[in-house]
């Protein structure tokens, strides 16, 4: 396992406190339980929350935890099902809080081109079957087009209809008119709605300096997260012509028109840009070390409130992949950021292992290989600028993690839940009803066979996509049965190796499309920072100076 070899400076890094979403949170144990209180019971398991790993039921009732205790099934020879109480044998298993994927795409406009694949039932079966209950998706706004409000109205109604777990978005904002900054964007917070996408690349959604201000602005005065695809624009854009009219045009030179340096500055650009302001902002998708020591340097050195993200696909792919004689087989791992090296790989799990890094998403990106309106929107022949990015992963996030971390000894597995839930669900305000296993939280539980063997192909995948970048990859660890708030929302079959159908004879579905709910998060995550710093007597956001008491 990694231990942490990076310095640590004088202030303390940032903390996550337990806040509470409008319930009591208790793990106190509970003596003398008839079983029938509960509709169901997970029994013999191993439970691991973020904090620790201990042995003990778990008794759910109405979609919630209500008890946790050593013996809440009477002791008896053979475990069964009661008349009114499920009971679920959980032996030389783990039970882990279910996955909070807070980066992922689901039927959602491409701003690179193409149509996304799937819809919200797919994305969220998938999600489900490899142990995620919670995600937060996005909605647009593209540049001259609608304001923010609509498109949030419009997501509503494509997740409610068919979203088989709980959900949540991110407010992409391209054009920051003021009425957005405003009024929409306000209102939109307050209702629940507690963070903001930017990017600072691509024509249709890049925004500039001055509106990433009055973005941060807008944050940090009604208390949302911002979060930031960080790249810098123009470097790529002089890059990628530079390839094309060399006739460098193959899936490989996508890494070559986005190297670490363009990711490097945009990343200290935006932290600059907080700092000033004292938002407090989340760096999506961090792919190399350079990026992750500039966040940890300004959280240490000057106390700056940012937060960070990896994904799987930069822990275990390289930009060598990108280098293929068929562009279809190149493009199956062309994202953006792109691929870095293998020596990024450890540098990375370093950052995990010493919290620089928060929290692993899939950031799913969901376009097909074949077909006119995904990846190869623009033609079988088309230059690496123009096959869409990304690749999905809402699936395979958690069961490539847990391998790739706690099988092979990199991380423990309390920190696996802490990367897949726990953080997500408090740096976006839905701890504790989300990201843990207390009496009082939604029963979102998966149960983890730690010693499973599974080869990955893309036919078990129900993401609705032609492919997966994890085609033929193993892994040692595995979800066996997802319950979102207390309904098995997906079982995996041994025989079969695939998940089994969500209905079977005359079993009734327990989660249908639309079985979903919007989750409405409170103000900005629990984010236990250091009180804001900035680089004046004068805040911009409040217009005041700061006047120095006398000693």
């Given at each position: 396992m990694f231990r942490c070899t990076l310095s640590v400076g004088k202030k303390p890094l940032l903390q996550l406190r337990n806040a509470h979403i409008g319930r009591t949170i208790t793990t106190s144990v509970v003596t003398n339980t008839d079983e029938k209180?509960?509709?169901?019971?997970?029994?013999?398991?191993?439970?691991?929350?973020?904090q620790s790993r201990y042995s003990a039921d778990v008794g759910i009732k109405d979609g919630r935890v209500t008890a946790i205790a050593k013996s809440l099934v009477r002791k008896c020879n053979d475990i069964a099902h009661t008349p009114k109480t499920h009971i679920i044998d959980a032996k030389n298993m783990l039970v882990l809080p279910g996955g909070v994927d807070s980066h992922c795409h689901i039927d959602q406009p491409s701003s690179s081109g193409g149509l996304m694949a799937g819809d919200w039932e797919s994305a969220t079966r998938a999600a489900a079957i490899g142990g995620t209950t919670t995600v937060i998706a996005f909605s647009t706004q593209e540049k001259g087009g609608n304001g923010v409000l609509s498109m949030v109205t419009d997501y509503h109604v494509k997740a409610a209809e068919k979203a088989l777990i709980d959900y949540s978005f991110h407010m992409i904002v391209s054009d920051p008119t003021d009425v957005v900054l405003q009024e929409e964007l306000p209102a939109l917070i307050a209702s629940g709605h507690r963070s903001i996408k930017i990017f600072m690349t691509y024509p249709k959604n890049r925004v500039d300096d001055a509106g990433i201000l009055q973005l941060l602005d807008c944050a940090r005065k009604h208390d949302a997260l911002v979060c930031i695809h960080a790249e810098n624009h123009d470097a790529i854009m002089y890059l990628t012509e530079k390839l094309v009219q060399a006739g460098l045009t193959s899936t490989k030179y996508h890494a070559w028109c986005k190297p670490p340096a363009v990711e490097r500055e945009a990343v200290h650009r935006i932290i600059t840009l907080a700092e000033i302001t004292g938002a407090a902002i989340q760096i999506f998708h961090v792919t190399c070390d350079e990026s992750a020591k500039e966040i940890r340097r300004a959280r240490e050195e000057r106390g700056v409130r940012v937060f960070a993200e990896t994904c799987p696909h930069y822990l275990t792919h390289t930009a060598n992949d990108l280098d293929a004689e068929r562009a279809r087989d190149g493009a199956r791992f062309l994202c953006s950021p792109a691929l870095r090296t293998a020596n990024d790989h450890e540098a990375l799990w370093r950052h995990i292992v010493c919290g620089t890094i928060d929290n692993v998403t899939s950031d799913h990106a969901p376009y097909n290989l074949g077909g006119r309106d995904g990846k190869f929107?623009?033609?079988?022949?088309?230059?690496?600028?123009?096959?869409?990015?990304?690749?999905?992963?809402?699936?395979?996030?958690?069961?490539?993690?847990?391998?790739?971390?706690?099988?092979?000894?990199?991380?423990?597995?309390?920190?696996?839940?802490?990367?897949?839930?726990?953080?997500?669900?408090?740096?976006?305000?839905?701890?504790?009803?989300?990201?843990?296993?207390?009496?009082?939280?939604?029963?979102?539980?998966?149960?983890?066979?730690?010693?499973?063997?599974v080869t990955i192909s893309n036919d078990m995948i129900e993401d609705g996509v032609d492919y997966s970048p994890y085609d033929g990859f193993g892994v040692t660890g595995w979800p066996v049965l997802t319950l979102s708030r207390g309904r098995i929302v997906s079982e995996w079959d041994s025989e079969t190796d695939r998940a089994k159908p969500t209905s079977r004879g005359n079993k009734p579905c327990e989660v249908l499309p639309g079985s979903g709910k919007f989750i409405s998060r409170t103000h900005a995550g629990q984010l236990e920072m250091a009180h804001v710093v900035l680089p004046t007597p004068f805040d911009p956001v409040s217009m005041t100076v700061a006047h120095k008491t006398s000693e």
């Open positions: 209180n509960f509709d169901r019971i997970i029994t013999n398991g191993i439970i691991v929350t973020a929107w623009a033609g079988d022949d088309a230059p690496f600028h123009l096959i869409a990015n990304g690749a999905p992963g809402i699936q395979t996030r958690m069961p490539v993690l847990f391998s790739e971390g706690v099988s092979k000894k990199r991380i423990d597995v309390e920190t696996f839940v802490n990367i897949t839930s726990t953080n997500a669900a408090k740096i976006f305000g839905m701890y504790p009803q989300k990201g843990t296993i207390a009496v009082g939280s939604d029963a979102d539980i998966v149960i983890w066979d730690p010693k499973k063997s």
